[in-house]
């Protein structure tokens, strides 16, 4: 029994509950309160009737005594000497058919001749205050002759309708409470519990969904063929195509994620990241000039030869060892790589991103690159060995066309880097008159003088003169890769 009623209160902590006992508990109070009132009504007036047991003696005496002949006081008096002491009678009052008084004695009642008269039958009333009962017989119960009025004490009918109601009263509250009491017993097991744990399934499933598990449901021991059941087999239906669609969506994601970051790494490869960024909000052409930027080509000496000596997936693949070591380089110093065109190679210094030093990195680049191709041999046991052109000067830098797009350079900066290079001197690194005075007060260089470019006429040129000891970056670094023999 104590546990049952430690589950009750404890079940009444429930919002639901509450209300449910509460609705319960007053519609069985409104219904016994619609039982109860007219009953009350119905028990004061039988009451109330048996009040005029003791009047109807008072009315049956005078009215045997009119007949015999006496006065009307003798009437009274009569009535008077017949009343016990304790008599539930407080007055009378006796009037003549037309209305004259013959005689009041004791409390006057409220009813009037003119009601009496009125009605022609016995008028029966209760005054304000609900502690007198008046009864009025009409003439015709005295040969026509007399109107009787008897004022009752009711005080005694109130206390006892006082004492119907109370015992009513806490009968209705003991009858209420009892079915209260039963009817949430019932919906603990049937209703209230099953909600309950219907609302924590869905706060674990709330939880559950953002740490991608499944929960172990309590509403998953229901089994129940009735509507709450199939709520609860809907629910758990629910959330597994939900968990479902949550964790596909997911692998999707992951999955177009990782092919975003493909995608931006191929990009990436194709185009320097500001002109990549520039490229997903921008449509059309993109192009930027650049007052001063240093180029450099660089081309494979006699591999036109090397062709026609060696299968062509041995060559790629020796072309792609000695480009992606040029590839590193350029990462290293962060250099501009700009294309391969068969086997020469393009880069640039000072752009996108404008930098001072354009062209002492670009210098550094050229003397790793020979010092890298030098590990690289041919098939008689020779190494490779490089022609490098490098100028400076303006250029313009940007993307063109829709399709299988490049940044590529323009101007005639790059032409004549170009043609430095291909006037070159195998393994030497040749630049331009603008090239070299950016360069002359750090390193030293072979006045070619003045030669011939294709295109151009008369150029003043330069060699790069390598010192005894190891190049050194304007920063301190060592340009020396560590590279492997192929």
Not at 206 to 224: I, K, L, M, T, Y
Not at 250 to 276: D, H, T, V
Request: hydrophobic fraction near 45%.
């Amino acid at each position: 029994m104590a546990s049952i009623l430690q589950s009750s209160v404890g079940l009444l902590r429930s919002r639901l509950s509450r209300r449910i006992v509460a609705w319960v508990f007053l519609s069985i109070i409104t219904i016994e309160g619609i039982i109860f009132v007219p009953a009350f009504f119905r028990r004061r007036r039988e009451n109330l009737r048996e009040l005029e047991v003791v009047s109807s003696e008072v009315l049956f005496n005078i009215k045997n005594n009119a007949m015999d002949g006496m006065s009307p006081a003798m009437l009274l008096d009569e009535v008077a000497q017949s009343l016990k002491p304790d008599s539930v009678i407080r007055g009378l009052g006796l009037y003549k058919a037309d209305g004259t008084v013959v005689e009041i004695m004791g409390e006057a009642p409220e009813i009037t001749w003119a009601q009496v008269a009125q009605q022609g039958t016995v008028v029966r009333q209760v005054n304000q205050a609900g502690d007198r009962y008046d009864v009025a017989w009409p003439s015709h119960f005295f040969q026509d002759d007399y109107i009787l009025m008897v004022r009752h004490d009711a005080t005694g009918v109130n206390r006892e309708m006082v004492q119907y109601a109370l015992a009513i009263a806490g009968l209705v509250i003991i009858i209420s409470a009892f079915v209260t009491f039963v009817t949430i017993l019932v919906l603990e097991r049937i209703l209230i519990v099953p909600i309950l744990h219907l609302r924590d399934d869905l706060m674990a499933a709330g939880a559950a969904v953002g740490r991608d598990e499944q929960p172990q449901f309590h509403s998953a021991a229901c089994h129940r063929g009735d509507e709450l059941g199939e709520v609860v087999q809907a629910f758990q239906d629910m959330y597994g195509r939900v968990w479902q669609e949550i964790r596909d969506r997911k692998l999707a994601q992951a999955a177009l994620q990782e092919e975003k970051q493909k995608s931006e790494k191929l990009l990436l490869n194709i185009l320097p990241m500001s002109i990549a960024d520039q490229l997903k909000v921008e449509t059309g052409a993109i192009a930027s000039r650049f007052d001063e930027a240093t180029i450099l080509f660089a081309d494979i000496v006699d591999f036109t030869g090397l062709a026609a000596q060696v299968s062509p997936s041995e060559l790629v693949q020796l072309l792609n060892d000695i480009f992606s070591a040029f590839d590193c380089i350029a990462d290293r110093l962060g250099l501009e790589k700009i294309k391969t065109i068969g086997d020469a190679y393009m880069v640039v210094g000072g752009l996108p991103t404008p930098r001072a030093d354009h062209a002492e990195a670009i210098l550094a680049m050229a003397v790793e690159m020979l010092q890298v191709t030098k590990t690289f041999q041919r098939g008689d046991g020779n190494a490779f060995q490089l022609r490098i052109g490098i100028n400076t000067g303006p250029v313009v830098a940007g993307v063109i066309g829709i399709k299988k797009f490049s940044y590529d350079l323009w101007g005639d900066a790059v032409n004549i880097a170009s043609r430095m290079e291909s006037h070159g001197v195998v393994d030497r690194i040749h630049i331009s008159a603008t090239t070299y005075a950016h360069l002359k007060d750090r390193h030293q260089f072979e006045d070619r003088g003045c030669i011939h470019i294709k295109g151009r006429g008369e150029m003043h040129t330069y060699l790069y003169q390598e010192p005894d000891d190891a190049f050194t970056l304007p920063w301190g670094q060592t340009p020396h890769p560590q590279m492997t023999d192929v």
